[in-house]
């Protein structure tokens, strides 16, 4: 019997049960917190770590650890329940908007446009998307955007795999090479005790050198794919991936856009401008994002004179198609509840602390990145790490006689590079799913950019180390 790799689903699963096993064998531990003004939030105190009851995760733990990925079972407070109902609420929208024709129009039309050109989509769109990591910490809101680009890039001539490397790895570089992102760089900055502009100048060539070794990398492979399709990692789900992104063939010669797909495709763009002006500058989240896209849904359907019957059920099948990706969400955060519940968090954080008194500068900040590297698997929140290890970590540096704004950016590029392909990410696999992107081929995909990117954050931190 040939072996076939598990779904998304199963693998988050058998992590539920590992972090689960582990709460047995690790050592429970936590450190005392005092409530940050600055950060408004609880932060971990130096020196204070001590141990604590052990809270093993059992079997009945494992499977409400799906559950309390949602919201918490005891308390009722929102985890992920929110980012999945956007997610549903984003196929209900794209569902509606698909039912009107403009999306296929608007795509043959662009690609007359971009013949022999289109190469040249994958530098712009992953600068624009970097620029939205960089800034604002662009994460979950990404999620709207691949069924979007997924039809774009396939009418080119690529697959699903371009698109979703466009939008996951140009968000995440930015991310990575965050320069004034609150959600990593300020947060981390602050709960380090500096300025969160010191460094920037080294946060800024991290952003910029990996950008550029994104871009390459993709548009390499996207130029393979193109040439042969049957190089593409994905090329034996190519029918299925063309059925739900290209449901209808036509001529693209000869593709006209009616006056109301005019008006769709403008409100369709409209609305990712307003979102994208809500988030950064209004403090907006999922629910008055998913407010957005209701409205839009409403609005579109009223201007195209859908009716109330076909609407409802274009909406609720578009909502059906991303079922599996907002359950997949849940799952993820899932793995983050279990550790939590079993007090490892802090205990692999001091086991840090230890670990990191006193090394030479260049060791020191090496092993601040593996370190944050691990962290990060497990704590793929940018905020949350920040918050958990910089006023603990921040202060070691001292004593190495390395910069704090060094550590900042040795937490955020470690952090940034594990949330392009860790499974506890629940837009890694949200992507993954909406672009019916298998994890391991995924895996298989970005591994050697990985280490690219890894190279050039190292070898950045080791120059500035030494010249300090």
């Not at 946060?203 to 393979?224: N, P, Q």
């Amino acid at each position: 019997m040939t072996f076939k790799f598990p779904t998304a689903y199963t693998i988050l699963f058998m992590l539920i049960v590992l972090v689960a096993a582990g709460t047995w064998v690790v050592p429970a531990g936590n450190y005392e917190r005092v409530q940050s003004e600055s950060l408004g939030k609880e932060v971990p105190v130096p020196g204070t770590y001590h141990s604590v009851d052990a809270n093993p995760q059992g079997v009945v733990d494992v499977f409400l650890a799906p559950i309390a990925g949602f919201y918490n079972p005891d308390s009722y407070e929102a985890a992920a329940i929110d980012v999945a109902l956007f997610v549903l609420i984003i196929g209900g929208f794209l569902g509606v908007v698909t039912q009107t024709g403009a999306i296929d129009a608007g795509i043959g039309r662009a690609m007359v446009k971009l013949k022999g050109h289109e190469k040249w989509m994958i530098p712009i769109l992953m600068a624009l998307f970097a620029l939205g990591g960089s800034t604002y910490g662009m994460a979950e809101e990404s999620l709207a955007f691949y069924a979007l680009l997924i039809p774009v890039m396939i009418a080119a001539g690529y697959d699903s795999v371009v698109a979703v490397a466009v939008i996951l790895l140009g968000a995440g570089i930015g991310c990575l090479g965050s320069t004034i992102n609150p959600f990593a760089t300020v947060i981390a900055a602050n709960a380090a005790d500096i300025p969160f502009t010191q460094g920037i100048g080294l946060r800024f060539f991290i952003l910029l050198s990996g950008w550029l070794a994104c871009v390459i990398y993709v548009m390499r492979y996207a130029a393979k794919v193109k040439k042969a399709p049957s190089l593409s990692i994905v090329a034996d789900h190519k029918a299925d991936i063309e059925a739900q992104f290209r449901k209808e063939s036509h001529d693209d010669s000869t593709t006209t856009l009616s006056i109301s797909q005019n008006i769709v495709l403008i409100i369709f763009a409209l609305t990712f401008v307003v979102m994208i002006w809500g988030v950064s500058s209004q403090g907006w989240w999922m629910a008055k994002m998913g407010a957005l896209f209701i409205a839009s849904s409403i609005l579109i359907g009223l201007i195209t004179r859908m009716g109330e019957k076909c609407f409802t059920e274009v909406f609720i099948n578009g909502a059906r198609d991303l079922l599996g990706v907002a359950i997949i969400i849940g799952i993820a955060r899932g793995i983050v509840v279990v550790m939590d519940a079993g007090h490892m968090t802090d205990t692999i954080l001091h086991l840090g602390e230890q670990t990191l008194s006193g090394l030479p500068a260049v060791v020191f900040i090496n092993t601040m990145y593996g370190i944050e590297l691990l962290m990060s698997f497990f704590v793929p929140s940018s905020s949350g790490l920040a918050v958990l290890s910089m006023p603990i970590m921040a202060p070691l540096a001292d004593f190495s006689g390395v910069g704090r704004e060094l550590v900042v950016t040795a937490f955020q590029s470690a952090n940034g590079l594990v949330n392009l392909f860790n499974p506890t990410f629940a837009v890694v696999m949200g992507a993954l799913a909406i672009g019916k992107v298998p994890y391991e081929r995924w895996l298989r995909f970005v591994w050697p950019l990985l280490l690219i990117l890894s190279a050039i954050i190292m070898g950045s931190l080791s120059v500035v180390a030494l010249s300090a």
